[in-house]
Structures are given as structure tokens and as C-alpha cells.
């Protein structure tokens, strides 16, 4: 994992200028998205599977790219300096609350087979209790985060003892090495959940969810960079 100012400036940079570009594209599929409903011909959209599928892949990439650059300069993606004030509020471990999928759902989508509600149920017992362990593993890395600072000082303050001996180093180095872990859990916690849900959803119902989903992502950022703007005109 790379550590210097020059890469975290590049990842920043490039990052933000992919994740602006996916953001762009995100808009067209969720008018894409909202126009195949707006045909009411349920034929019709069950014949989108290629837009779901470009969807799908759409978020794969951003997954992909995510990852690659956490690989370098993964504290950036507990705060990352691209998101507004108010996204970074809604973060957990490096993105979006997997629970908040349901929510969506149940907004979006509003009959359901019993069969359909059975498993629905069975993926939100199996992601609570996913999340909840992850929530643990991420205020375990927090402590240890908190704990740098002060190791640091000893380090500076003490007489003959070098970085190394007080293990500040391997500290910072198992600390990244435990926070790419539980992101990467994280994003396969997130990814699984969808696929889970797709799975038990028609493809009309899988065409809603997916653009109820793109459409309070993109809300969330409106409502983000209009807060920013009017704090920083204050």
C-alpha cells in the first residue's frame, strides 16, 4: 500500500474525477431507468434485461475502481474528500448502510408475493446480522485509530526509543491492512445484498428498486452540494 502526499493528491484527483464521470452516467441510466417504466408495458420491460445488466455493471465498476484505489490510499475512503459534508455523514465503513437497501425496496416496490416476502425477509435477517459484526470490526479499528496519536507522542517524547521498538510502523501498517479488510467486506456485503434481493424481484419490480436506488444517490448529493455551497457563502 503506497503511502506518500504525491500518490494521495493523484488518487484524490483521479478518483474524484472518476467517481464525477460515474455520477454523470448514473443520471442517464436513471432515465433510462424511469422510462422503461413509463411505457406501463411490463413485456416491454422484462425485454430491458440488457439495461439492468449495464446498470449492474455500472456499479461493478465503480466497485472495482473503489477498491483498486483503496489498495493505495485506503484512509481516504473512510472520508473521502470528494463526497459533500453530508455524505460522508451517511457513511459506513467506506460507503452506504447495506440495511437502507430495504428501505428503498419496501418505498419502491409495494406488492410482493408471499414467497417473495419470505425471502426478502431472510436476506434482511442474514444482512443485519453481517452488518452488525462489521459495525464491531469498525469500532475496533476506530480504537486503534484514536490510539495513534498518543503512541506517536511517546515515540517523540521518549529518550533512546526508536519508532520501530514501539511499534508504530507496524501499528500504522496492520491498522491500513485491517481497514482495506473490513471495506472490502463491507462493498461484498453491499454488492451480496443487492444480488439477494434482485434475485427474488421481477424484473419490473428489479427496474423500480434499481431506479428508486439511483434516485436517492443522486438526491443525497444534490442535497449534500447545495449545504456546502450555502455554508461556504456564510
Known amino acids: ?96 448502510k447495506p440495511f437502507i437497501l430495504f428501505k428503498i425496496l419496501t418505498n419502491s416496490v409495494t406488492e410482493f408475493t408471499p414467497e417473495q416476502e419470505q425471502a426478502i425477509e431472510r436476506v434482511k435477517c442474514e444482512t443485519r446480522k453481517e452488518e452488525r459484526e462489521l459495525t ?16 506517536n507522542l511517546v515515540r517523540r517524547c521518549g529518550r533512546a526509543v526508536d519508532s520501530e521498538e514501539l511499534g508504530l510502523e507496524s501499528a500504522v501498517r496492520k491498522l491500513k491492512e485491517d481497514m482495506l479488510r473490513a471495506l472490502e467486506s463491507a462493498d461484498k456485503l453491499r454488492g451480496s445484498t443487492v444480488r439477494k434481493l434482485l434475485q427474488t424481484l421481477s424484473p419490473v419490480q428489479t427496474v423500480k428498486f434499481l431506479a428508486a436506488s439511483a434516485e436517492f444517490q443522486l438526491a443525497v448529493r444534490k442535497w449534500g452540494l447545495q449545504k456546502d455551497q450555502e455554508r461556504a457563502a456564510t
Open 1 to 96: 500500500m503506497a503511502d506518500g502526499n504525491g500518490s494521495t493528491s493523484s488518487i484524490v484527483e483521479n478518483f474524484g474525477a472518476f467517481f464525477n464521470g460515474w455520477l454523470v452516467r448514473q443520471e442517464r441510466f436513471l432515465e433510462q431507468l424511469v422510462q422503461a417504466l413509463r411505457s406501463q408495458d411490463e413485456e416491454e420491460i422484462e425485454r430491458r434485461g440488457d439495461l439492468i445488466q449495464e446498470v449492474l455493471s455500472h456499479y461493478d465498476q465503480y466497485s472495482a475502481e473503489k477498491f483498486k484505489a483503496a489498495r493505495e490510499q485506503v484512509l481516504l475512503f473512510y472520508s473521502p474528500p470528494w463526497l459533500t459534508s453530508f455524505e460522508k455523514a451517511q457513511l459506513w465503513v467506506g460507503g452506504f
Open 136 to 151: 464491531q470490526a469498525s469500532a475496533a479499528i476506530q480504537e486503534s485509530l484514536a490510539a495513534l496519536p498518543l503512541l
